[in-house]
Every structure is written in structure tokens, then in C-alpha cells.
């Protein structure tokens, strides 16, 4: 929220506790004394409503992001738990320079060092981030069942959005209109409660909300997918849904890409006094 909307926000509250102020009859009235005891119990009851909303809110926002169980009930993880060796992956997000291939290598020469470590997966991304999404099928078919990893909320950061389609740009004109999620398919707190064209509104005015509301979508986009890939395992269809999962997700050219990149370096530097 911008400083100019907060001040007026803040100024709206206070008038309305004046509204909301009991006006004293001549009869009643015992002078300055007591109306202002009057008013600022008003004031401090009005804050109380408002800091109730303002939690009641956030433990919506906690309960999407919940470990992506239904009825946002925590998944108890010890019945997941597997017995050594392990088998670790890591998507790297490129191996252009030496110094990123001197590091895997030494990653991968300490990991054979230990007993408990099966094998160490190493894949390139190519400097493409929505590669990085597709080849999380392609690391579970390999065995590896933990994930850790900063992407959902990084690329939010920069306007991008998950879809069963393949990543989206907010900032693309086509979402200025619409009023429809955009993942109609998606049960986060932000496609259930917020349009596109309210997304790439907050986008486009630089809000701190759409850091928020962007990154609530794109985790439970990947939750969502780790959810369905479990089942797909316990039910011997994940040979299947992992074919279904590439054919629809198509990650963007490396040429939009790049483009979009230096359009938003010149977007910033544009800003910069």
C-alpha cells in the first residue's frame, strides 16, 4: 500500500470515530473533561475492530499456505520418512560459467563421500525458469521425493504467475480486463478472492499486496502439483500424469524471455533517480 493511500486510510478511521463519538446533551454534559474520554474510547474500540480484521485475514493467508493439506490440517510428514540411502536432485539454474561447474562438481564429490547419499542429480535449466517447474516431474521419476527451492516467490517478484498452461506475465495486457482468476482451475485465497485485472492493477502500481497475493498462488501451485504426483505414484499413474503434465505446461521461448528481462531492467532503471 502506498503512503499516500495509508495516510488517507488513517484519516478516514479517525473521522469515523468522531462520527461514531456519542454527542452529550446540554443536560449531560459535564464539559471537555468527559467528552474526551468518550472519544478516545471510541478510537481505541475502533482499532480493536480493525486489528480483528487484520488477524482474522492473516490466518486466512497462513492457512493457504499451510503443507498444502485439505481443510488446512499439517501433514504429518514421519509416515513419509524413508530409510537411507537418498537420492538427492538439484536444478540448477545454469552451468554457462566455471565457477557453477566447479561448484557441482564439488557438491557431487562430497555427496559420494557418505553411505546415506544413493546418488546426487544434477540437471541445468538453461537460465529458464519455467524448465525449472517441468523438470520437478522429471526429478520424482528419478526418485527424488523433497524440494526445496526459492523460485515461486522469486519469479512472483517479477510478475510472473503458474498456470496448468505454463507461466504468465501480469503484466501482459491481455490481463488489464479481465475479471475472471487468472487459473480458473486454482483454489488459492488469491484466484478465489481477487481478479486478473485486480493482479496486474497492483503489478503495474508497484503494491506491496501483489507480493503477497502472487507468491500465495504460485506455492500452492507447486504444493498443488507435489499433492497430485503423490497420488499419481500410490495409484501407478504417474507415468501417465507426468506425460499430461508436459503436454500441457509450455514453458515461454528463451527469446521472450530475455526480452522480458530487459524490459523490466529498463522498467527499474527508469525509476531510479
Known amino acids: 500500500m502506498n503512503r499516500k493511500l495509508f495516510a488517507l486510510m488513517s484519516?478516514?478511521?479517525?473521522?469515523?470515530?468522531?462520527?461514531?463519538?456519542?454527542?452529550?446533551?446540554p443536560a449531560t454534559a459535564q464539559g471537555s473533561a468527559t467528552a474526551?474520554?468518550?472519544?478516545?474510547?471510541?478510537?481505541?474500540?475502533?482499532?480493536?475492530?480493525?486489528?480483528?480484521?487484520?488477524?482474522?485475514?492473516s490466518k486466512d493467508y497462513l492457512s493457504d499456505l499451510s503443507l498444502a493439506a485439505p481443510q488446512g490440517k499439517l501433514v504429518d510428514t514421519?509416515?513419509?520418512?524413508?530409510a537411507p540411502p537418498y537420492t538427492i536432485g538439484f536444478v540448477n539454474w545454469s552451468t554457462a560459467n566455471s565457477w557453477t561447474v566447479q561448484i557441482v562438481n564439488e557438491v557431487q564429490h562430497e555427496a559420494s563421500l557418505y553411505p546415506e547419499i544413493k546418488e546426487f542429480i544434477t540437471?541445468?535449466?538453461?537460465?529458464?525458469?519455467?524448465?525449472q517447474i517441468s523438470?520437478?516431474?522429471?526429478?520424482?521419476?528419478?526418485?527424488?521425493?523433497?524440494?526445496?527451492?526459492?523460485?515461486?516467490?522469486?519469479?512472483?517478484?517479477?510478475?510472473?504467475?503458474y498456470t496448468p498452461e505454463g507461466r504468465v506475465s501480469i503484466r501482459n495486457a491481455r490481463f488489464r480486463e479481465q475479471l475472471s482468476p487468472v487459473d480458473s482451475t486454482c483454489d488459492c485465497t488469491t484466484c478465489r478472492r481477487f481478479s486478473a485485472a485486480y493482479l496486474h492493477h497492483l503489478h503495474r502500481t508497484e503494491e506491496l499486496l501483489?507480493?503477497?497475493?502472487?507468491?500465495?498462488?504460485?506455492?500452492?501451485?507447486?504444493?498443488?502439483?507435489?499433492?497430485?504426483?503423490?497420488?499419481a505414484i500410490?495409484?501407478?499413474?504417474?507415468?501417465?500424469?507426468?506425460?499430461?503434465?508436459?503436454?500441457?505446461?509450455?514453458?515461454?521461448?528463451?527469446?521472450?524471455?530475455a526480452a522480458n528481462r530487459v524490459q523490466y531492467r529498463d522498467h527499474k532503471r527508469s525509476k531510479t533517480p
Not at 126 to 131: I, L, R, W
Not at 135 to 161: K, N, Y
Not at 210 to 230: D, G, K, V
Open 234 to 257: 500410490l495409484d501407478g499413474s504417474f507415468a501417465d500424469r507426468r506425460a499430461a503434465f508436459h503436454a500441457d505446461y509450455h514453458p515461454a521461448s528463451a527469446t521472450a524471455a
Open 11 to 25: 484519516t478516514l478511521v479517525a473521522l469515523l470515530a468522531l462520527v461514531m463519538m456519542p454527542v452529550a446533551s
Open 210 to 231: 501483489w507480493f503477497r497475493l502472487a507468491t500465495i498462488h504460485n506455492l500452492s501451485f507447486i504444493l498443488r502439483e507435489m499433492r497430485t504426483m503423490r497420488a
Open 123 to 131: 540437471v541445468s535449466s538453461e537460465g529458464d525458469a519455467n524448465k
Open 78 to 82: 514421519s509416515k513419509f520418512k524413508k
Open 135 to 161: 523438470q520437478i516431474e522429471d526429478l520424482v521419476a528419478r526418485g527424488v521425493d523433497l524440494f526445496d527451492c526459492v523460485l515461486p516467490a522469486r519469479v512472483a517478484r517479477h510478475g510472473s504467475l
Open 36 to 57: 474526551a474520554p468518550t472519544m478516545a474510547g471510541t478510537m481505541v474500540g475502533t482499532a480493536a475492530k480493525l486489528n480483528d480484521i487484520v488477524t482474522q485475514r
